[in-house]
Nanobody
Framework: QVQLGESGGGLVQAGGSLRLSCAAS????????MGWYRQAPGKQRELVAAVGNGGTTTYADSVKGRFTISRDNAKKMVFLQMNSLTPEDTAVYYCNLAMYNYAGRHDYWGQGTQVTVSS
């Protein structure tokens, strides 16, 4: 059973930076993607950024040029460097692991970490 644990959230002023980390325990195999989603109050959960096990990255348009995702396959970790933060980035950020096999996609989620950006 895979479990994900996030760290690095907090309160920061607009224009500041935060770095989120997520560590996975358990077996990760095959085609997979690790990433970050966020959910603001009253809004749907949305993809922020993801990176495949081959290194391909995907970013939401709203964070391109400000956020950088990276992963360490050996340590089973994924990171999100967030720069030039704005109040619109305030949300609970969830680490995600998506594994793909013949049956389709299976998602694992962390418990979430709060990011609050003050103006």
């Amino acid at each position: 059973q895979v479990q994900l644990g996030e760290s690095g959230g907090g309160l920061v002023q607009a224009g500041g930076s935060l770095r989120l980390s997520c560590a996975a325990s358990g077996s990760i195999s095959g085609i997979n993607s690790m990433g970050w989603y966020r959910q603001a109050p009253g809004k749907q959960r949305e993809l922020v950024a993801a990176v495949g096990n081959g290194g391909t990255t995907t970013y939401a348009d709203s964070v391109k040029g400000r956020f950088t995702i990276s992963r360490d396959n050996a340590k089973k970790m994924v990171f999100l460097q967030m720069n030039s933060l704005t109040p619109e980035d305030t949300a609970v950020y969830y680490c995600n692991l998506a594994m793909y096999n013949y049956a389709g996609r299976h998602d694992y989620w962390g418990q979430g970490t709060q990011v609050t950006v003050s103006s």
